[in-house]
T-cell receptor, first 113, second 114 residues
Framework: KNEVEQSPQNLTAQEGEFITINCSYS?????LHWLQQHPGGGIVSLFM???GKKKHGRLIATINIQEKHSSLHITASHPRDSAVYICAVRAPYSGGGADGLTFGKGTHLIIQP | EPEVTQTPSHQVTQMGQEVILRCVPI?????FYWYRQILGQKVEFLVS????????KSEIFDDQFSVERPDGSNFTLKIRSTKLEDSAMYFCASSAIRARNEQYFGPGTRLTVT
C-alpha cells in the first residue's frame, strides 16, 4: 500500500511569494495528481504527471520518479490561490480495470494580501 | 467543457435510512470511481467500476455499500442503513478509456447522518 506524505501541512505566505509544496510516496506509481480543494469542498484537478515537469499559468509541477517525490510550485502567489492542495497517486497498471487514487492529507495554503 | 455532476449537493438523513448518491460522469468516459472525505480527514478511495462491474474496492466498501450504473448516464452509490460515521463528502470521478490516469472529479455530495 502506498503511503503519501505531504509537506508542509500548513503554509501561510504573503502575496507575491514563491510557494513550494512537496509530496513523497513510498511505492512506484503510474501517475501522480495534484488537486486543489476550496473551502466549499469541491476538488479540481490541476496536474497529472507521470514524468518530468508541467506548467499551467503560474503553477508548475515536477516529479522525480527515482526519488519518489513531486513538488508543486506557485509563482507570484495571490490570495485566490488560498486552498488545500492535495497530492494523489495511482498504482502501476494491474490489468484492464480501474484503480483508485491514494491521497495525501493535503497542504492548507493561505496567501495573505 | 464537459464535467462530472453529482446530486444532491447536500443530503441529510436519519441513522438507519438508505441513501442513494447520484453521479453523471462525462459522457464518453468508461471508468468510474467513488471517493469519500470525512470532515478534516484525507480523501479515501471507495470503489472503481468498469465494464459494468466493480474493478477494485477498498476495505471501507463493505456490504453496506453498493454501486450501480442503472442506465447509460448515471452512476450511483447506495448506502444501506446509514451510520453516523458515514457522514462525509462523497466524490464521484470518471476517466476516459484512452486516458485512464486522468480522473475528473464531481463537486461532491455532502452527506449528513443524524
Amino acid at each position: 500500500k502506498n503511503e503519501v506524505e505531504q509537506s508542509p501541512q500548513n503554509l501561510t505566505a504573503q502575496e507575491g511569494e514563491f510557494i513550494t509544496i512537496n509530496c513523497s510516496y513510498s511505492v512506484g506509481i503510474s501517475a501522480l495528481h495534484w488537486l486543489q480543494q476550496h473551502p466549499g469542498g469541491g476538488i479540481v484537478s490541476l496536474f497529472m504527471l507521470s514524468s518530468g515537469k508541467k506548467k499551467h499559468g503560474r503553477l508548475i509541477a515536477t516529479i522525480n520518479i527515482q526519488e519518489k517525490h513531486s513538488s508543486l510550485h506557485i509563482t507570484a502567489s495571490h490570495p485566490r490561490d488560498s486552498a488545500v492542495y492535495i497530492c494523489a497517486v495511482r498504482a502501476p497498471y494491474s490489468g484492464g480495470g480501474a484503480d483508485g487514487l491514494t491521497f495525501g492529507k493535503g497542504t492548507h495554503l493561505i496567501i495573505q494580501p | 467543457e464537459p464535467e462530472v455532476t453529482q446530486t444532491p449537493s447536500h443530503q441529510v438523513t436519519q441513522m438507519g435510512q438508505e441513501v442513494i448518491l447520484r453521479c453523471v460522469p462525462i459522457s464518453n468516459h468508461l471508468y468510474f470511481y467513488w471517493y469519500r472525505q470525512i470532515l478534516g480527514q484525507k480523501v479515501e478511495f471507495l470503489v472503481s467500476f468498469y465494464n459494468n462491474e466493480i474493478s477494485e474496492k477498498s476495505e471501507i466498501f463493505d456490504d453496506q455499500f453498493s454501486v450501480e450504473r442503472p442506465d447509460g448516464s448515471n452512476f450511483t452509490l447506495k448506502i444501506r442503513s446509514t451510520k453516523l460515521e458515514d457522514s462525509a463528502m462523497y466524490f464521484c470521478a470518471s476517466s476516459a478509456i484512452r486516458a485512464r490516469n486522468e480522473q475528473y472529479f464531481g463537486p461532491g455530495t455532502r452527506l449528513t447522518v443524524t
